[in-house]
């Protein structure tokens, strides 16, 4: 049985494994002297001198343990080839190996060691993978992301079932939703429009989706307050799917007839050719309430000045972390970072938007159980925790 | 004096869009040439490329339109002449779709250089230019360039480039500097080109979003990080050419205190005013 | 150059058919349910849990690699695709606009012009002909900047407006600012220097504190921003791979 990778070797060993492994024998001829420069360098070459061969080195023999096998001690005196040819039985009783590591056998044997317990940790910590990952269809480094990713997935469906059960569940106030009756409220009084900007991506980004969901939320209000409501998009893609949700929420307040589709248009892809039409609509109808729900650029603060300076509200929310501090410093509500996602869960209070919610916050608890505890065996010099968490 | 500060209180801003319009036009009328130091970030970049030997490939990704263009046009300058001077050859791709372009007139305006005169299209740099969809392109480039980029930007098949020839995947790329501006670029080449192929990733970026690559710097995925104008300034300080961005310098450091002084300004009025 | 023309119009009869085709399809999927609904969730699902299955394959195993070919060929053409929708959208809709005499009609006829102007130019010369990049270099170019430009001036006056030191966060908030920006620029640790004490301590220089505001503050609460709405972004994947969130098919009228 090949050892598992000694954490030492593997965070010394550049190039990686899986490079090395992957490249043609060809081209692991090539890298010979690159490997044969790094093992010589992190080899402790063993016996200085040639001494007596040993019956047991000679022969191949079985493994006692999962480590390296007792007989394979000492050094080995004998004939270049003849070594490599036992090593390499020795290692195939164990796993099938590929044409590299035998290459990478070869090559610890050409630096001129002849130890041989050496030989087997610097191969067996090439050959880190265990097996022959080319015929594997699961890599078991990544059962950390499998794990964390079934565990996210379990949190969510056990709140959700007990959100449909009945259970009730805790939101806390998040200002700038709490805020959205008071805007369309306060556009209603001054006899302005509502505009709803639901960011400059397309409907294939999660802040779309959730901007485009809590616009159905605001349509539903300003079809009861009988408000104007413009949405310029950016997106053909999103116009549409925006045109439909405004339609159906005027639908089921039962103002069908209030709907005006010609208030929801298209303006550009162009990024800035869209903010400069947005700025002119917002010069020319003054809006009494500004929205800026979605994905964000530099264009943010552009927006979120000229609506300012027009008079209106402003709610804003991204998840785009270089674009929250202009929207926290010229908007009167920002929805930061995930209140976003969390928006549709708090307006609509369905038990699957809960569900997720509460999931998603367990999840973050759990991470911040894990940080602590990183920052603790870090500080303390235990490796393993914080390694085990790495993607490879 | 209240009703001084009540009128600051209520200033029109057109009078400050005046004072930031004084603050541009000056230090460019009057040049104030003040230093330029240089940050660890920009520094790691610099050596980075200049660890590099004749001959070696670069990946140079303009991943950026026009609206930065007065940001990061200079630091790609910067860079492309850092890489001509190593003799290094130079590989523009973009994922944006007018980074092709960019990419286009920083080359012209190099190679109409005395210096550079002699660098040829095809043989020392090329243009490979743009593919739909960024993820798929970062990642179609780990598995082969010319599936990619069958041709260059102006149509000229991939094997008939001098430049291109024994370059397969990032295996045969030593270097990659990505120009970035928003979502596509150094993030982009970091999870993919380094983290599932294990190229070296290096980049510049607008000063905005700089901070959100930090975390990638710290945990040594990404090498360095040319940061905004700031950053174009200091490699041009490097490459021993002070350009564009050095001028801008000037601008940003006096805008930079006029921001300073209305800040001040604001808190004082603000005191005095009261709570509004 | 032959082939350049004969590429060149067949573009453009590509793009005539193609427009034809989405008009006529159009109204033959605005009645099918299966087409809307059933077709686009399974599709989703069925690509959503390919990629995530090769996520945990081996990528020595030569079914990442046939997957990460299907997958990277494909979302190529649908991109290439969505780019013709986006064009005809722009185009169909502003010609619309023209027609109906609607609101700011002459900012339609403007767009058009542009965009027919342009697209004929390049596709005649390429992209590397000469009007082509004069109208990139002298027209697009300088309209980009100047937009991106203006941010300048909103900044100075959002920073006039908004940094007052209102509550304890403003202050901190107002005080982090005012240093990072000094320590941006070489005249900020000009003037630092000139404060008594601290300006004569090196370690303390401002570009110094700033760079420690960006390195551990900010760095830090990106960081929490980021884990946050990565759960968020999760949290919404699995509703949609699993068709619970459906806005994005729009609504089933």
Known sequence: MIPPTSAAIAQQAVPTTAEVLSASTAEANLKNAAITAEVSSTVQKGAETLATETAGAEKPAAAEDANIPKDIAGTYTGDDEKLITALISQFSAAEPLTEEVKVLISDAVATGTRDMKEIYKIAASKAAPKYDMSKRYFNYKRLNVLLAGILLFLFINYYTYSARKGKDMFIRKIGGLAAIDEAVGRATEMGKPVLFIPGIYDMDDIQTIAGVSILGHVAKKTAEYETPLLVPCTRSLVMSTAQEVVKESYLKTGRIDSFRPENIRYLTDDQFGYVAGVDGIMMREKPAANFYLGVFFAESLILAETGHHVGAIQIAGTAMVHQIPFFVAACDYTLIGEELFAASAYLSREPMQMGALKGQDVAKFLIIIVIVLGIIMETAGYHIFANWFATN | MKSFFTMINNLDRRIIFLAVVLAVIIPIVKPLDLPVKITPNTQNVFNEINSLKEGDRILISFDYDPASGPELQPMAKAVVRHCFRKNLKVIAVALWPQGPMMAKNAFEDLTSEVEFKHKTYGRDFVNLGVKPSFVATVKGLGESFESVFPSDFNGKAFNELEIMKGVKTYKDISLIFSLTTGSAGISTYVSIANAQYGSKVTGGCTAISSLEYYPFLQSKQLLGLVEGLKGASEYEKLVGKPALATAGMDVQAVVHMLLIGFILLANITHLVVGKK | ?253
């Not at chain 3, 193609?18 to 690509?47: E, Q, Y």
């Not at chain 3, 965009?115 to 170019?141: A, H």
């Open chain 3, 1 to 253: 150059m032959n082939k350049l023309v004969f590429f060149n119009t067949f573009l453009v009869v590509f793009f005539i058919v193609a427009f034809i085709l989405i008009v006529t399809l159009g109204k033959a999927l605005r009645s099918s349910m299966f087409l809307r609904r059933k077709l686009p969730l399974f599709v989703c699902f069925m690509m959503g849990l390919i990629m995530i299955c090769q996520f945990f394959i081996p990528s020595e195993n030569p079914l990442y690699k046939n997957i990460d070919d299907f997958s990277t060929k494909w979302i190529q053409i649908i991109t290439s695709f969505s780019l013709v929708i986006g064009l005809v959208s722009l185009v169909t809709i502003n010609l619309s606009k023209f027609s109906r005499g609607a609101e700011d009609w002459q900012y339609s006829i403007v767009l058009l012009i542009g965009f027919f102007i342009s697209s004929f130019i390049g596709l005649r010369e390429g992209l590397e002909g000469p009007n082509f990049s004069f109208i990139f270099n002298y027209m697009y170019t300088p309209m980009q900047s100047t937009m991106f430009s203006i941010l300048a001036f909103f900044v100075a006056s959002a920073a006039f407006r908004a940094f007052r030191a209102r509550t304890r966060e403003a202050t901190m908030l107002l005080i982090a600012a005012v240093v990072v920006m000094l320590g941006r620029v070489e005249l900020g640790s000009i003037l630092w220097s000139y404060i008594p004490v601290i300006g004569s301590i090196k370690w303390l220089d401002v570009s110094f504190v700033s760079q420690w505001i960006n390195d551990v503050f900010t760095t830090a609460g990106q960081r929490a921003i980021l884990l946050g709405a990565s759960l968020g972004y999760i949290a919404a994947s699995f509703k949609i791979l699993l068709g619970i969130e459906k806005s994005y098919l729009g609504s089933e009228e």
